[in-house]
């Protein structure tokens, strides 16, 4: 008989088990996830390509020699229905192999603002030279600066260099994109008359990128996406992927290029789909926990990983997107707010900037539910933070038959009398189940007495069965095996709901008010987005508070990183408030174990 | 009889004649050149490396496989011993190559200035991160400059990488480099405690390059060096070189790449004789004229090398080290001084700032000598500037036996009846004539009347000779050849005087003066340095006015980069000197052609 082994399918998150020998296709097939495979496996059409990261496999065939470049097989890529597996293994599926895409959260809760972006358009005509009129190039355009009272220019070399080339081959017209400050206007570079100025809003979540195209004149965003992470290979969550740069200085700048290339690439496509230049993207706004600061920005992460945990920045920065290696216009500035602690990061103060839309007067609780979840408190003009290892258990990781919101995932369950009931995100076949299904699963669980309030199954009920000696729930007949919830899977959810809840109640106490002061509960993230809040409240991630003081906002930091884009004041605003806050470390709070202890029941 | 080729010698500049089949060794030697070749040319030693950069050569021969790297061969790197001439050819002798090295003016009038550098040392002592002292490493800085009254940081990410590190390793004390502007402390980098802060003066000739290592703290010149500019290999003056970068993207890019690569190991080399680090410089000025200028900062040429001849920049940067990149401390700063016109660079602006070392009530007239010769006379609280295309003639090209100032080169020549008498630098057997030579030459036939004013010849004197029909002055017997000044040698030489003495004319012209009303001559430059003022009068480059009127000064260039290297004030200054120039177009200017014309004359 066939040897078994574990195969990760990344950035999905799901893990499944095949024969040795079988065929990443149909492993990938059998576990009821659709790679694009137009020729039906054959090998003819390279459709179905996959990257290896870890593990063994055949060797290339002749047919992968033909359809995949050199540079390709030597990054690791292989066609799906081609590469058998001979060993444990680690595979990344490129978004372009999947045949549906995944659900990613993109939209939040915009609101309105005066806009007042930080780069504007300025229009020149100028003369040109003549025996006559002997000026330098960029002395016309500082005196057509000067004439509107601009100070003069400073510019990189690159945005000198581009110039004058530029101004010559636009008959001496051009838009100016400029940033002014104190004493000089920056120059970010120069585009044709009447092209709009745009800018890119990016909240780096460590699971997903989401990214805007922003119109800085009207606010308007013309694209947007959702990718996965790229640095999902070296890592699932900020902490392993610390380890992993503190391995060497090489590891770390893979991080950073990784991210980079995402990034651009990204931007690549929006404007591709919004049909305008790359050149005119003149300003961002990136947003992200500290760690993902610091790999974007190639700061040391060694102080990160050990306590006390401190930044090497915490201040707001503004970089030169050439210094990041951004491939958007040569004198174009990154913004990126401050970060509160080692584990509170810029993207928690883009949230704490959407919370202006509510009533200041009242009382808030602000929570960005991730892999790692940060909770806000503002209450009578005090913000108190705090920083929660909730772990990548919402997004299905570390559950057995667990996967992130793609297609296929179970996301409902409904339990009556015997009858278990579950819906699919696709309503395809179950190919496994997210987080908000797990959620739903065990709220429904408890409240037919399947489970107790310590998560303990009642092996009396029928549809608990052994397998090892261990307990486990059968929620649905999947493609080709049962999906269950097992015993450790209750566990996990445990420890994620509990880490979020001791938050919620330390917070609490620091500000010396009860639950039931909380006027409005917001809850933000793509989780928290999909989130049943009747399930979150049933296992008590959230105090049981009256269902209309909770409001699912989505991707809040993105909002924020948005507002930052499109005007100058709310990054002013946004560095008060990350000032304001008192940050409560948990790990060293005196009640937080006991605390902790006590949130893990249901 | 074996074919006759000519081999032209970089960077020398000296142009021979050898026989087909010839090796370069043998050639060079025929000149009277000393290469470096320890084992006597036999091809074991490796030590008479040369590097052929146009023409025909014999094969690489197995010896010189042994002796040289493939990176090397590729490259064209050679043995002068093993490689025979096939054809016209262009052959680049490296420094380490040269038995003996050239003399290259690097001192200059130094002149006493308050010091007042750009960037100056905080020391700091901080206490480290704790359980209760999260602040992030930056925040640390922030507050220890804070308390000085500086404003918060703003760095590169490269120093702020390098910060959290540094800090780490140096038990939390360190000597910071800033640099405070308006309401930022620019971050230079972080050096030991107790670290001396050094700085880079720069003076990029067409030619050649002088380069000083000065501590800021104290204006001492640690180190100090003279190397030939790269870019020769690419054309002798700035007007070829900008037509070879106009040839190619390519081509601009080599430019800068090769005179940045110089600059780094010479202030390697600095460094090393001074026992200093290359991260202690944390600053640097930059001076050159208009077209090394903007190859230096990879800025476009092509609108330089077609009239109306304009800058792509004239004002004064402020570039980062790491833009151009220079090698130096990450967050260096490197200051380029204004530009006045495309044929005025900066490098003029600090000639005209030393001469502030004269009265100032008095009329100067500011000459700096070079293959481009530029002109200042500050009368009456004007300055009127102008360019002379002066040529290469006095760095010995294009004269038939011509060489620049190197080991063999007569320097002084004296007539005296039927003798004639030369003096060679180094004292060694004559190998070519040095600008200062062939002035000093001129000089002599005018006052003994083997030339008359016109630059004929008296063909009656027994030391003229002809040779094809044209006349042709022995003035020594050479190695291996007579040295002679041709008719073709006087005309160069009439040619480039009189561009000079026009640009004064005109310049007199401008103020409405005459030459007696000049009270100082400033003759600045590496060829003003050793001129011959009398026989620089007595052919007519300068108005025949009393000789303490002269005044030498060397390379006022190189020590005007120095004064605004310790002086911010001093930049300020040439910053208003640039402003404040009349600059006088020769080439359209009404009278230049008569006045051009009428200065042919001896």
Partial sequence: MAQIYRIDLEPIGRRI???????????????????????????????????????????????????????????????????????????????????????????????????????????????????????????????????????????????????SQFLREHDWKARLAIRPEAAITHLVGALPEGEPLLGLAVDMGSTKLAVYLVELATGVTLARSGVMNPQISFGEDVVSRIAFANKGEDNRKLLQTRLVETFNQSAAELCKAANVRMEQIVDAVVVGNTAMHHFLCGLPVRQLGAAPYVPAVSEALDVRAGELGLAIAPGAGVHLPANIAGYVGGDHVAVLLTTQAFDSKKTLAAIDIGTNTEISLL???????????????????????????????????????????????????????????????????????????????????????????????????????????????????????AAIRSGIEILLEEAGIPAEAVDDWIIAGAFGTYLDLNSARRVGMFPNMPLERFHQVGNAAGVGAKQMLLSVRKRGEANLLARQVHYVELTTHPNFTRTFMETMYF
Wanted: aromatic share 4%; charged share 25%; with cysteine.
């Fill in 379 to 497: 209450h009578d003009g005090q913000i108190y933070s705090c920083s929660c290892a909730s772990g990548p258990a919402f997004e299905g990781a570390h559950i057995h038959d667990g996967m992130r919101a793609a297609p296929g995932a179970i996301e409902r369950v409904r339990i009556s009398g015997k009858d278990v009931q579950v819906t699919t995100i696709g309503n395809t076949a179950p190919v496994g189940i997210c987080g908000t299904g797990i959620l739903n699963a065990i709220s429904e669980m408890l409240e037919w007495k399947v489970l107790d309030k310590r998560g303990v199954f009642d092996r009396q009920d029928a549809r608990v069965r052994l397998y090892n000696h261990k307990a486990e729930f059968v929620l649905a007949q999947g493609v080709g095996r049962d999906i269950v919830v097992t015993r450790q899977d209750i566990n996990e959810i445990q420890l994620a709901k």
């Fill in 17 to 163: 088990e095949v024969a040795g020998g079988t065929n990443l296709l149909e492993a990938a097939q059998q576990a009821g996830i659709d790679l694009v495979a137009a020729c039906g496996g054959i090998g003819i059409c390279g459709t179905c390509r996959i990257r290896l990261v870890t593990g063994q496999f055949s060797p290339v065939s002749l047919v992968e020699e033909e359809q995949l470049r050199p540079e390709e097989l030597a990054a690791g890529y292989r066609l799906a229905c081609q590469a058998e597996v001979h060993s444990d293994a680690r595979v990344e599926i490129p978004p372009e192999s999947l045949a549906t895409t995944q659900r990613v959260q993109v939209e939040g809760q915009d609101v309105e603002i005066d806009l007042d972006p930080s780069v504007f358009p300025f229009d020149i005509e100028l003369d040109p030279p003549g025996l006559n009129d002997l000026r330098s190039d960029l002395t016309r355009v500082n005196q057509a600066l000067g004439e509107a009272d601009y100070p003069p220019v400073r510019a990189d070399l690159a945005v000198l260099e581009a110039l």
